[in-house]
């Protein structure tokens, strides 16, 4: 018997199923940055540790684009959020690591290695720890140094003692101690502005302008220098603002225990 109403064939049940596709532009640019660390291990593997450290900057440049392209082209995915943290375990968790022993912490034996896979170990339990905290945690802060900007700490010192071809030996100890300070600061509870409340699209005085331009040609003055320099800044700006919000008896951690205080409203999306 015939109740008047149409079954739906099933051409027409498979195209009421939700598209089980992946978003292109941004996944192909979480590839590129993936490319680049991957990049970093084969050129430390080859001695070119000039090449190895520039791999890791262009990942860098590049997962600071791709959830920006997926939010302005509205292609925001859970897959994408997923490959963009295993892209950051390679790029900014490996890579510096390896790199960073091939290159000199080899030559001190288990020591080396330990500090590698120390560093590797605390970029992997900052990206779970930043997975689960994204609902709680105030959005003008990093909980933890970032773990780009870890990466450009290692990176950076072997960029620059490859430029200015310093002695790798005494430098053993110094990559020692800065591949331990990288990794471990990445999973303190140490605050890290995080610029996530600059807007592009925000109209700015003509004065900025100015001064993006001498920033760039102040960076281009000797990269390595500067931008290593810039990061070991940024590096201990946490805890310059850690002690600071002590002294003043202020709240050191960006973690909130609840999102519907007053002063918590919109800080944490």
Request: aromatic share 12%; with cysteine.
């Amino acid at each position: 018997m015939h109740d008047g109403t149409d079954n739906p064939s099933p051409q027409q049940e498979e195209q009421r199923k939700p598209s089980k596709g992946i978003y292109m532009l941004p996944n192909m640019i979480t590839l590129a940055a993936l490319f680049g660390g991957f990049y970093a291990i084969v050129m430390a593997m080859n001695g070119r540790f000039d090449l190895a450290t520039l791999g890791i900057f262009a990942a860098m440049v590049l997962d600071s684009l791709d959830g920006r392209v997926a939010r302005m082209t509205h292609t925001q995915s859970a897959f994408g959020e997923q490959m963009d943290s295993l892209s950051d375990m390679v790029s900014f968790g490996a890579a510096p690591g390896l790199v960073a022993y091939v290159w000199v912490l080899k030559d001190v034996g288990r020591w080396g290695w330990i500090a590698a896979f120390v560093y590797c170990a605390c970029a992997a339990l900052r990206l779970a720890r930043f997975n689960v905290n994204t609902g709680v945690v105030d959005k003008r802060y990093f909980q933890g140094l970032p773990s780009p900007a870890a990466a450009a700490l290692v990176a950076g010192f072997i960029w620059l003692a490859t430029e200015l071809e310093l002695d790798r030996v005494s430098l053993v100890w110094p990559m020692f101690a800065l591949t331990l300070f990288s990794g471990l600061t990445m999973v303190t509870n140490v605050p890290f502005y995080s610029f996530k409340d600059l807007s592009i699209k925000k109209s700015v005085p003509f004065a900025a302008i100015v001064l993006v331009a001498l920033g760039i040609a102040v960076i281009n003055i000797h990269p390595p220098t500067v931008l290593f320099g810039l990061f070991v800044i940024y590096g201990l700006s946490g805890y310059a603002m850690y002690f600071w919000r002590k002294a003043k008896g202020r709240p050191t951690s960006v973690i909130s225990t609840s999102t519907d205080e007053p002063d918590e409203r919109g800080l944490h999306e």
